[in-house]
């Protein structure tokens, strides 16, 4: 399996260079890996209209399986997910009226030769990397780390006709991709927390959650296999009442007593008296300015076809947020 797992790594590496080329090749390869191994998609959304239909287009064919919860959405989300699971049977969709229970689609799956990516409504990912890491993971060149961790770029300004955005990257902001080898783990049980948020598992002997893979420690952003836009500065939905920067995530939400004071203490001393001041800001405003090239990822109107709102999106994308 090791000697696989290298000559994958090889043709990974020609594939960034000649991606087309490369492409029946590598389907050749994952045909001749073992089916055990397989790879779990799922997506956390609320009011993610805009964003939605791109996001999950672009990792579906990297999962066997992707799960979509959708929170209570009111905008025209769900209809982005019909169309989605009409292109992608491998598509599930789930209803929940509470975020923080979400966790339990997946616990289950602790023990089992499976990797979990969770993939939220603003997060937009190379599909041509993902095309390569698949190979490598079901090759189980990963199979000791509990964790793979790519680039993320937090965008504040998108040039889609140029092939370019700009903003924040890792490493200098913490890393925010979700990849997770549950057959490392003994259990994972959390009734009442969003998925893959909190510390309760419980690894099998030898391993931890300090077992993570830098994948952007061995490839530029050009190179990398795990290279995803973040778009949480740009308005995800018509239904947004708040800035982008003031839309809160579900674990903050949840927030009361002193957490909530302790969240409000901890924005106002990142950027004191700042409209842009919150947990966004403070999280991912890190660093320099930088801009990488993103053709790769594609654009919304390619899916106009099946995403009525796609050009929207666009519209959207070329307000400059920073």
């Known amino acids: 399996m090791a000697h696989r797992g290298r000559s994958l790594k090889s043709l990974a590496i020609v594939a960034r260079i000649r991606p087309t080329a490369c492409r029946n090749r590598m389907n050749d390869q994952e045909e001749e890996l073992s089916t055990e191994r397989k790879i779990v998609g799922i997506s956390l959304l609320r009011n993610e209209e805009y964003f939605a239909f791109w996001s999950i287009a672009n990792a579906v064919d990297f999962c066997d399986e992707f799960l979509v919860v959708d929170n209570q959405s009111d905008d025209r989300t769900g209809e982005k997910l019909e169309a989605l699971r009409a292109l992608h049977p491998r598509i599930t969709i789930h209803k ?12 289950d799956y602790a023990g089992e030769d499976v990797w979990i990516f969770g993939v939220d409504g603003d997060e937009i990912y190379d599909p041509e990397g993902l095309a390569r890491l698949r190979l490598r993971i079901l090759s189980g060149e990963f199979d000791a780390h509990w964790c793979l961790a790519g680039y993320m770029l937090h965008a504040v300004r998108m040039d889609l006709e140029a092939g370019q955005a700009s903003g924040y990257i890792s490493p200098h902001t913490p890393r925010g991709t979700k990849l997770y080898n549950f057959g490392l783990l003994e259990s994972w049980v959390q009734p009442d927390r969003e998925r893959l948020h909190g510390h ?14 830098d994948l952007f420690a061995e490839a530029p952003w050009e190179a990398c296999d795990m290279r995803c836009v973040h778009l949480c ?10 800035a982008p920067v003031h839309r809160k995530n579900p674990f903050e939400l949840r927030a009361r007593g002193v957490r909530k004071l302790h969240n409000y203490v901890k924005s106002f001393l990142a950027t004191p008296f700042s409209s842009e001041a919150g947990y966004k800001t403070r999280r991912y405003r890190r660093g320099e300015i930088v801009t990488r090239d993103i053709t790769a990822f594609g654009q919304p109107d390619r899916w106009a076809p099946f995403d009525p709102q796609a050009n929207e999106a666009e519209r959207v994308l070329s307000i400059p947020r920073g």
């Open 200 to 213: 309760s598992m419980k690894f099998r002997p030898g391993h931890s959650k300090k077992d993570v893979f």
């Open 233 to 242: 500065f740009f308005p995800r939905s018509s239904a947004d009442t708040v």
């Open 96 to 107: 929940s009226e509470d975020p923080n229970t979400s966790h339990r689609y997946i616990q």
